[in-house]
């Protein structure tokens, strides 16, 4: 029977999982699929509908493994992030065990099950909602470089960077490394993938950082599932958390596309106005000519130099390819 959207789909979503978004000593980290185990096949994104009194409601899920069977459902009414939720609706959680090949869990309402690449939302037996597991990819995912443009890094060599390492053949490690070129104004286009790491939790899963001409760091973390903070995916740290969390389920390739512009300096080597960024996570808007007030900390400090590209190591197995940038 239809239920009333209040009454059910936000309590479906019940209570925030006091585990996620702190640090914790962190774990085996995954870099492909094959060996994540089974925990790995039902962490993703559903979309789907639910049946209300006031006819059937679009929704969006993202499950989020947690280690030893433990899971986090973050439930969007509207849709996904950046595909019919934006930051501000309603969001809420709950927490679901995986208990023979199923995912389960339970609000006062209803049971959830996942299977099979479809999450149940049931109630008095009555299936009154299925959402299907779906896969997003970035729109700019593999980008090709225009004519104007200077590659950073094509696979097939590291050697554009100081302290460049090939990893798994083909890609860049986050080791600390800096482009050789130096950076004013550009624009930049720069593919991730985090490892998965459920066990790990907060700044232990799967971070890295890419500073914007090495003074600005726009935040790379699997923060899939999170509120999206100023120090989690999508976030410029200490300076702004991102529009909307756009940040895909870990091994999936991301994408960052951005208009840098450098600030400005008098003779003297006064500051006479800051830098500023529109920045999109995946194809979505997540800062827009966010003026950048302040350096942050990790690499250098802000000055009226060019500079380079720094990716960061920051102990987790982030993996770097096709980086582009186009001189403005």
């Known amino acids: 029977m239809p239920i009333n959207l ?16 702190f640090a914790d000593e962190g774990g085996t980290a995954f870099t492909d699929e094959q060996s994540a185990g089974p925990e790995f096949s039902f ?45 501000g609706s309603e969001q809420t959680n709950v927490e679901c065990k995986l208990v023979d090949s199923v995912v389960r869990g ?39 470089a225009p004519e104007n443009a200077v590659v950073l890094f094509d696979g097939t060599t590291a050697e554009h960077f100081e302290n460049g390492e ?59 599932g999170l509120d999206g903070k100023n120090n989690e995916c999508g976030g410029i740290y200490s300076i702004s958390e991102p529009i909307v969390n756009m940040c895909l389920p870990p091994l999936t390739w991301q994408t960052y596309d951005m208009v840098f512009t450098a600030a400005r300096y008098d003779a003297d080597g006064n500051k006479t106005q800051n830098a500023r960024a529109t ?7 997540i800062h827009d000519n966010l003026e950048l007030t302040h350096g942050t900390p990790g690499y250098h400090a802000e000055g009226p130099e060019h500079d380079s590209l720094f990716i960061q190591n920051h102990g ?12 403005k």
């Not at 987790?316 to 001189?327: K, Q, S």
């Open 6 to 21: 209040t009454a059910f789909v936000f309590a479906f979503l019940l209570a925030v999982s006091p585990i996620l978004g």
């Open 43 to 87: 962490q993703g994104e559903y979309k789907g509908s639910v049946a209300t009194e006031e006819g059937d409601k679009v929704f969006g899920a993202q499950v989020i493994a947690l280690g030893e069977g433990n899971f986090n459902i973050a439930g969007y009414h509207g849709g996904l992030p950046g595909d019919g939720w934006m930051r």
């Open 106 to 144: 339970k609000t006062d309402d209803a049971d959830i099950e996942i299977a099979n690449d479809v999450l149940s939302i049931i109630v008095e037996g009555k299936t009154i909602g299925t959402l299907a597991k779906v896969r997003r990819q970035s729109p700019t995912l593999g980008a090709k």
């Open 166 to 224: 090939l990893v798994e053949g083909n890609l860049l490690g986050s080791t600390n490394c800096a482009s050789k070129q130096k950076l004013g104004d550009h624009e930049l286009h720069i593919e991730f993938r985090t490892p998965f790491m459920p066990t790990a939790r907060g700044q232990g899963r799967g971070n890295s950082g890419v500073y914007i001409q090495g003074r600005y760091e726009l935040q790379v973390l699997d923060s899939f």
């Open 279 to 285: 920045i999109k996570h995946n194809g979505v808007l």
């Open 316 to 327: 987790n197995p982030v993996a770097f390819r096709n980086i582009w940038i186009v001189a």
